[in-house]
């Protein structure tokens, strides 16, 4: 199944925390990435004062469920030494899916699409670098829409997968 990851970090070694997600990722016997975005340096979401981020996207394809997916991101977000201490505050590594094919759920646990990805810029810049002709949820083309928020520069990344 094809699914967007969005990742971002905003405190230590910010580009290090991305590839060293990347490369638990890709370690992942179900998982394939097929796409990486560059970093995006962006401004924090949620009002909570904090350093910028470095956000990006993957486009993988996975033989894992949605569910089982998040358990994966979680993982690697714990091992990375995320703490969950503050809703959108700083964080070492965060990890969301954004789209798992077309799939949709509304759980406790989990919201496929994700709920805020066509109002944040820092998701739909990397996501239009990668899938320019991707339809969203809401029937419209991530290159038609423009999220809030400002995307300061773009970085190369230079992971190769």
């Not at 560059?38 to 401004?43: D, I, L, R, V």
Request: proline share 5%; net charge negative.
């Amino acid at each position: 199944m094809i699914a967007y990851l969005s990742l971002g970090s905003n405190q230590g070694d910010k580009k290090n925390n991305l590839e060293a997600a990347i490369s638990l990722l890709a370690n992942s016997q179900e998982i394939k990435i097929l796409s990486i975005s560059s970093f995006y340096e962006t401004e924090p979401w949620g009002g909570v004062e904090q350093d910028s981020f470095l956000n990006m996207v993957l486009k993988i394809d996975t033989t894992l469920s949605p569910l089982k997916l998040l358990h994966r991101c979680l993982e690697i977000e714990g091992i990375l030494g995320r703490k969950r201490e503050m809703r959108w505050g700083p964080r070492i590594i965060d990890i969301d899916i954004l789209i798992y094919q077309d799939v949709r759920i509304d759980s406790d646990e989990l919201t496929i699409p994700h709920p805020y990805m066509e109002q944040r810029e820092f998701v739909l810049a990397p996501l239009r670098e990668i899938a320019p002709e991707l339809i969203l949820p809401s029937g419209q083309k991530v290159n038609d829409l423009k999220g809030q928020g400002i995307v300061q520069k773009k970085l190369l990344n230079e992971f190769n997968i």
